[in-house]
């Protein structure tokens, strides 16, 4: 990302936030009843944030270099941020700054010692993800469970790929428009912290070029963190799973995501991941019996 894209990347981040607050929401008076812009003013967000017009006309045409943490703070609350939305405005900035291009792009492996970690959870499907959404290392239950994805012979998998590009996703999630939305998002998120990501870049302009759908969802500028919720998914095998995840950040492995897979007790995706887990022995024992002959 060169300085223009920079600069259009903070312009249309803070002009969207801005025009989805309302006079009323920020507390402010609403005068007369014609108003040309949508939500609010950028006079009105500078009196909120405490800052100059001048100085917030500056930052929203592109330039957060020098920016204060008090000040970007300030900023966050007047445009009302989420906590995604907050740390996304902070990486802008930090993008803004000196030696930026050097920020560590997220890695594509895993070091063994994690791969024995995946190995050693037997009874839920646990993978590691990077930044850019490539699946970089699984356990035996998550590819099992994740085969309509492991069927592109693309690799690395990406499950934003998957989402945008196989046509199989529609029925592998079974609400696909969320997970488009939450990927679209994450992806945005990921190209605050990693702008020169060459890989991320090429991933954003296939997914661009191929997809009308992501190229909304994109142009939405909407970011979302991903830690714990449902997904429901639809296996050609085992049949509809109704299963809650939790996503960890790796302390030891800076920019990949551990997910883990759960069912509640004596409910049938428990009994269908059970059944998912027979399956995949099966097909492992298959596989070493092809290999012998």
Known sequence: MDRTDHRAEVREFLSSRRARITPDQAGLPAYGGNRRVKGLRREEV???????????????????????????DALAQALQLDEA?????FSLARTAGPGSS??????ASVRATTQYVLDAITDAPAWVRNGRHDIVAMNGLARALYAPLLADPRRPVNTARFVYLD???????????????????????????????????????????QSEVFRKRWASHDVQFHRSGRKR????????????????????????????????????TADALKLLASWAATQDLTSEAADRT
């Open 85 to 89: 939305e907050r740390d996304h405005l």
């Open 233 to 268: 998914l639809r296996h050609p095998v085992v049949g509809e799973l109704d299963l809650s995840y939790e996503s960890m950040e790796l302390p030891s492995e800076p920019g990949l995501v551990l997910n883990v897979y759960t069912a509640a007790p004596d409910t049938p």
């Open 167 to 209: 046509p199989s996703a529609h029925e592998f999630f079974v609400d696909w428009e969320r997970v488009a939305n939450d990927s679209a998002a994450m992806l945005r998120l990921e190209a605050g912290r990693t702008p020169h990501d060459p890989a991320l870049i090429k991933l954003v302009g296939e997914l661009s070029t």
């Open 102 to 107: 050097r920020r560590r792009t997220p890695p």
């Open 46 to 72: 500078a009196m909120l944030a405490g800052v100059s017009i001048d100085y917030y006309v500056r930052m929203e045409r592109g330039n957060l270099a020098g920016a204060s943490e008090s000040v970007l």
